[in-house]
């Protein structure tokens, strides 16, 4: 099916499941209730699982196959954000042609990056990639503040000069970013009882791209492009002389993986045409490669689970404050409840940094292979389970001698 294998194919289906399904899975709690902290289905955070997904996947391309660490991904993802509000501002607010330009603009920079950095390898070619994001975040933060608008950030305006579209509309505001007529903000809530459940158009166009770019990186993981690529990870020197030249392999593998970024950054703008060059700064690299090694790197579902865990924790965690605190241990003494309180402060709203980094040491520590390895040790856990209960029953049918 889709030229995919039979367990390829069921992988591809239950992510397309998970994603079309997760407003609801995502608000497993009542709204009205003292859980309800935890519900994640909610537009703007559902839209930020599935756009880092994409992110986090086209890095997994680059790192998880040919071993090349990048520590400036960020550049690309600001270039395509940059590139979409330019096209809103010019042509339309259609999203497509302002998401297609992200994706050509971020592959042109990434080729002229790439064909300089790759001529190194290692930790060499880590620290080019790291000072050539940096040069693009300061030369967006100052000298190129005509293009990006500096520290403000680049954003609509009432005068802008659209070519297909109106600057404004009837009641004299701007513009609202669209797919042939249908707003990126729209939202149809549907009320089941004490549960509110939310549909964002914004959120499904991304969630479509999100699985069509999931589905190309299966098609590249089983390609026998993914498998020099593999090559070029398990040994590039043993590679070469074989007379095999692994540069063009690992620029095509750098050119998609910075695609994949712009389109990322596109779909930011596409969500909320604002772009700032805080977007290409060396944190935002980093969190993408916390991503795919936290998720598994090499894996195909990794890089998705783990952009899911730590964005859930960014945007979840750090809104928990001292006052939601007082709510749930309101049953307490009032001795223990404010030691209790000191004890957990720490872990959540400002310091939800701190949670993450000692989640992030235990699952490098006990699970090498990311939260994919986890899921195949509970997954091969139950099937000893199940084969030792199906052992149990023949030896008890089989007669006794």
């Known amino acids: 099916m889709f030229g995919l294998d039979k367990k390829d194919t ?3 289906i239950i992510v397309a499941a998970l994603t079309l399904a997760a407003p609801f899975l995502l608000n497993p709690f009542p709204t009205d209730s003292a859980m309800a902290q935890f519900n994640a289905g909610y537009p703007d955070l559902m839209q930020r699982f599935v756009i880092f997904g994409i992110f986090a996947i086209g890095f997994n391309i680059l790192f998880g196959l040919t071993g090349y660490l990048s520590f400036g991904h ?10 979409a509000v330019w096209m809103f501002k010019l042509l339309s607010m259609n999203v497509l042609p302002a998401i297609l330009l992200s994706v050509v603009v971020a592959g042109v920079f990434a080729l002229l990056i790439g064909f300089v950095s790759l001529r190194r390898s290692g930790i060499y070619f880590s620290i080019l990639t790291l000072a050539f994001a940096q040069m693009s975040f300061n030369l967006a933060y100052s000298v190129l503040t005509p293009i990006t608008n500096g520290e403000t950030g680049l954003q609509l305006t009432l005068d802008d000069p659209r070519v297909l579209g109106s600057s404004s509309t009837a009641d004299g505001s701007i513009p609202v970013t669209n797919l042939f007529g249908a707003e990126m903000r729209a939202t149809y809530e549907m009320v089941v009882g004490p549960w509110n459940f939310q549909f964002n158009t914004g959120y499904y166009l991304s969630a479509i791209l999100m699985l069509l770019s999931f589905y190309l990186a299966i098609r590249i ?3 026998p492009f993914g498998m020099m690529l593999r090559a070029v990870k398990s040994n590039q020197t043993r590679m070469n002389y074989t007379g095999l030249n692994s540069r063009p392999y690992t620029l095509a ?8 970024a712009g ?3 596109g779909l930011m703008a596409s969500m909320d045409p604002l772009a700032g060059a805080e977007r290409m700064q060396w944190t935002a690299s980093g969190e993408v490669v916390l991503m795919t090694i936290l998720g598994g790197a090499g894996t195909l579902i990794g890089p998705v689970l783990g ?3 730590i964005k859930y924790f960014e945007n979840i965690f750090s809104k928990i404050n001292e006052g939601i605190l007082h709510s749930w241990f309101s049953f307490m003494p009032d001795g223990l409840e404010d030691t209790l309180i000191a004890l957990v402060y720490p872990f959540i709203g400002k310091g939800w940094h701190l949670t993450l980094g000692i989640l992030f040491m235990l699952v490098v520590i006990f699970l090498p292979g990311g939260l994919v390895e986890g899921g195949q040790r509970i997954g091969r856990l139950f099937r000893r389970k199940k084969s030792g209960q199906e052992t149990d029953k023949s030896t008890q049918s089989t007669p006794a001698e």
Do not use: E, K, N, Q
Not at 253 to 260: P, T
């Open 307 to 309: 952009a899911g865990f």
């Open 221 to 223: 993981f089983r390609s």
């Open 10 to 12: 069921t992988l591809l």
């Open 263 to 265: 389109l990322a950054g």
């Open 253 to 260: 593998a750098f050119v998609i993986s910075g695609m994949y």
């Open 74 to 83: 960020a550049a690309f993802l600001g270039v395509g954000s940059y590139s």
